[in-house]
């Protein structure tokens, strides 16, 4: 069985923001139409769907760093703003975006707040057993596709071996066809 570490991670963020899209929770707000997801940005995205994608997106990263903030979350999807003729300057991302995403996704019940009071090293959120899944899910399903592509590749290429030992069998024929006039012009001799 595949795991989230064994496929492409961009596969796995666009496979579960598919599954995102089933969550009823989980919804964009009237104003992301209009909103930039960062200072550094110029321009709102382009794809319509990008709330889901930056929901599994955060996910991921949830998952991957443990408990995890809206500050450290920022950093990561902050980047280097355009100045003009200044130096670029990196610029964290957009909070309140990251901020109502884990909000939708801690409601969905995917991700839950822990204290410092419990075992945990630092406070934060983290991912829970039903993110696990959903995120498991969508892994599974890119390998089944990766395996079926991966076997219709292998066709092919079985296919040119044949070829190549048709190609062979030819020349092998030839060779033994000079040899037997050989042997004739010796015996003429």
Not at 90 to 107: A, N, P, V
Not at 126 to 138: C, D, E, P, W, Y
């Amino acid at each position: 069985m595949a795991t989230i570490y064994d496929v492409d991670k961009t596969a796995l963020i666009l496979k579960a923001a598919d599954e995102l899209k089933r969550v009823s929770e989980i919804k964009a707000p009237a104003w992301a139409v209009y909103a930039k997801t960062g200072m550094h940005k110029e321009r709102p995205p382009t794809n319509p769907e990008w709330w889901f994608v930056r929901a599994a997106a955060i996910l991921v990263k949830v998952q991957k760093l443990g408990p995890v903030g809206v500050s450290k979350l920022r950093a990561k999807y902050g980047g280097s703003k355009n100045r003009g003729h200044k130096p670029d300057k990196f610029f964290k991302g957009s909070g309140s975006i990251i901020r109502k995403i884990l909000q939708q996704l801690e409601k969905a019940g995917l991700v839950q707040q822990i204290d410092k009071k419990s075992d945990a090293v630092k406070k934060g959120r983290i991912i829970t057993g039903k993110g696990m899944k959903l995120l498991n899910r969508a892994a599974v399903s890119i390998a089944g596709i990766g395996a079926q592509q991966k076997k219709e590749r292998k066709e092919p290429v079985e296919h040119k071996a044949e070829k190549h030992a048709e190609q062979k069998a030819p020349q092998e024929k030839h060779t033994e066809h000079k040899t037997d006039k050989h042997a004739e012009n010796k015996a003429a001799q």
